[in-house]
């Protein structure tokens, strides 16, 4: 089971929770339950005294703000302010619940730090499917926050027998649409001649 792997690999249990909790508005909290009461049986069983310690930072009262700071951070300023220019008056309070949830309740979270979850989030996207428009924005995040095509690269590469070719490549599509690959210096082949 992936968990144990990830124990015996040496993450830390509030690092494997904050991992779960990352998947709540991308997976849905029906998964992300499920997958969070495996969890701390687990770590029960590997004698991890739970409740772990709380990782929240913001309350009821700041969250909206705190993670509309830390969304326009993240995505950029420009990005966050198009979207809701672009957003139709009747589905503003979607974009009002992106922010405080999505960043708000998870990216301002201690336990992972920014780029983490922002790989995590990647990882959670390519592996659903169907999300092609929020992998190239997480790509995009994710090189604003410091991690580079090669790490994305590899962690699209990882999941491939977990996802399959078509997520991977729709992933790597989305990848190289956003950040292409340097080009390659080219050589060409030499052929001795016969003298």
């Given amino acids: 089971m992936e968990l144990d792997d990830a124990i015996a690999a040496g993450v830390a ?22 997958a969070l009461v495996v969890a701390n049986e ?5 004698d991890v005294e739970l409740p ?14 705190d ?13 966050v302010d198009a979207m809701h220019a672009s957003t139709p008056a009747d589905e503003q309070h979607v974009q009002r619940a992106l922010a405080a949830h999505c960043f708000g309740d998870h990216y301002t979270r201690g336990g992972l730090d920014v ?12 592996a659903l499917g169907g999300a092609d428009p929020q992998v190239a924005g997480h790509v995009r995040a994710n090189l604003n ?8 690269v590899s962690v699209v590469t990882h999941l491939l ?24 210096p080219t050589t060409e082949p030499t052929t001795e001649e016969e003298s």
Avoid at 115 to 126: D, G
Wanted: hydrophobic residues 45%; negative net charge; proline residues 9%.
């Fill in 13 to 34: 249990p509030v690092e494997l929770k904050e991992v779960l909790y990352q998947a709540v508005p991308y997976a849905g909290l029906g998964r992300a339950v499920d």
């Fill in 42 to 46: 687990l770590l029960a069983d590997h």
């Fill in 52 to 65: 772990l310690p709380g990782q929240a930072t913001v309350t009821p009262e700041t969250r909206a703000a």
């Fill in 67 to 79: 993670g509309l700071a830390v969304q326009r951070r993240i995505v950029g300023g420009d990005t």
């Fill in 115 to 126: 780029p983490t979850r922002e790989l995590v989030t990647l990882a959670l996207l390519v």
């Fill in 145 to 152: 926050v410091g991690n580079d095509r090669a790490t994305l």
């Fill in 161 to 184: 027998p977990v996802v399959g070719y078509p997520r991977t490549l729709n992933a790597l599509r989305a990848l190289d649409g956003v950040a292409p690959s340097p080009a390659e």
